[in-house]
């Protein structure tokens, strides 16, 4: 009998982290808000077109990015990454040393960030209500499959 594949999406079962010289934590635990982690990739093809129509596709080697990660305003998670921030900050030789991985371990997508760097301490804003705060990450390198669906079996997909 054929497995099944997942007709469903839980945030449950997305598993994210940072590892660095600053620390190693989960990303995915502490009070991630409702509108999760993103990730941002460079486009890796640009297009030129001429004044006739004519046109030129440009692959680009380069495959960086960003990855956003929002955490409600009382989420441990923001402790973690203020300190991970000013250890980052406080010398080149430890800046864009980190690596973010996210798993779905239910669908199968599975990526990987190197390089990747905080962009600064995240715009604070003291209202009626928490919010959320954005942390964004530079990331030299972001390699990343799409999984089929099917947890157990080895996913085949399109790398970015």
């Not at 660095?20 to 989960?26: I, K, L, T």
């Not at 509108?35 to 680009?60: F, K, P, Q």
């Not at 409600?72 to 998670?77: D, K």
Request: proline letters at 2%; glycine letters at 14%.
């Amino acid at each position: 009998m054929a497995t099944a594949i997942t007709t469903a999406y839980c945030f449950s079962d997305v598993v994210c982290s940072i590892a660095g010289p600053g620390g190693n934590f989960s990303l995915s635990d502490g009070g991630v808000a409702n509108e999760g982690i993103t990730i941002n990739i460079n486009a890796r093809v640009t297009t030129l077109y001429g004044a006739d129509g004519e046109w030129c596709h440009s692959l680009h080697a380069a495959k960086g990015g960003r990855i956003v990660i929002r955490v409600m305003r009382n989420g441990v998670v923001n402790a973690l990454l203020s300190t991970l921030f000013n250890f980052d900050t406080s010398s080149s030789a430890n800046c864009g040393q980190n690596t973010v991985s996210l798993t779905d371990i239910q669908r199968g997508d599975d990526w990987t960030a190197i390089g990747c760097a905080c962009e600064k301490l995240p715009d604070q804003t003291y209202a009626t209500e928490g919010g959320v705060i954005e942390w964004v990450f530079h990331a030299g390198q972001i390699d990343g499959v799409l999984g089929n669906g099917q947890p157990s079996s080895s996913n085949t997909g399109i790398t970015s």
